[in-house]
């Protein structure tokens, strides 16, 4: 099966400065990976997708990558802001009807 | 639009009782529905996949007669801890997949905290 990892566990950086979250897959079918954004005592929350037709997506101040054959994608946070620290999950799927395979998470904190 | 709602937010009931969670789709229809939990500081870990109309398909180790799924409507799935101890409690979460707008993503619901004395 499916097997992401994610790194790293934990980021703080100051308030305007950029965060990058990387993670890797195993399957090479998996052709659609979200990320999720976790505040506390809330459930996941999507805030922006890739599917593996697309190298790049941005959405405002959030950016995502996908290098298919090195199984890399990764999340840009830029002029982060403290309203981003959150617990961020990264995930993949093969698709159709399979299920999605979270990474560990990596809990963000933006320091004012 | 692709709103998930949970019911109860929290619920703390004696050891021995069971306990329902509702988790409804409020603007589309859900053919799919999942049914997760997480333990503090961890990711999220599937315990089953619930298909309208059909049995709910289990996770490897997860006992299916204690946790009861049922997904009698395009809207609805309903999650039963039967005979809940202790160590039931946790942080249980539902998603849905809007099969309007595609087979892969999924919405969340904002989770359910039980705690079992």
């Known amino acids: 099966g499916e097997n992401v990892e994610q790194h790293p566990s934990t980021l703080s950086v100051q308030e305007g400065d950029s965060a990058v979250i990387k993670c890797t897959y195993s399957d090479s079918a998996s052709n659609y990976f979200p990320w999720y954004k976790q505040e506390l005592g809330k459930g996941p929350q999507l805030i922006i997708d890739?599917?593996?037709?697309?190298g790049e997506k941005k959405d405002q101040r959030i950016a995502v990558t996908l290098n298919k054959t090195a199984k890399h994608f990764s999340l840009h946070i830029t002029e982060t802001q403290p309203e981003d620290s959150a617990v961020y999950f990264c995930?993949?799927?093969?698709?159709?009807?399979?299920?999605?395979?979270f990474g560990i998470g990596t809990k963000l904190q933006v320091i004012p | 639009g692709a709103v998930v709602s949970q019911h109860p937010s929290r619920v703390i009931c004696k050891s021995g009782t069971s306990v329902k969670i509702e988790c409804r789709s409020l603007?589309?229809?859900?053919?799919?529905m999942f049914w997760y939990r997480q333990f503090p500081k961890q990711s999220l870990m599937l315990m089953a996949t619930?298909?309208?109309?059909?049995?709910?398909?289990?996770e490897q180790g997860v006992e299916k007669d204690k946790f009861l799924i049922n997904h009698a409507s395009l809207t609805l799935s309903t999650l039963t801890v039967t005979s809940a101890h202790p160590e039931d409690s946790s942080f249980y979460i539902c998603?849905?997949?809007?099969?309007?707008?595609?087979?892969?993503?999924?919405?969340f619901g904002p989770g359910t905290r039980l705690l079992v004395l």
């Open positions: 603007d589309f229809q859900a053919t799919t």
């Open positions: 995930a993949a799927t093969p698709g159709g009807y399979q299920k999605v395979t």
């Open positions: 890739i599917r593996s037709n697309v």
């Open positions: 619930s298909n309208e109309g059909s049995k709910a398909t289990y």
């Open positions: 998603s849905a997949r809007d099969r309007e707008r595609g087979q892969e993503t999924q919405y």
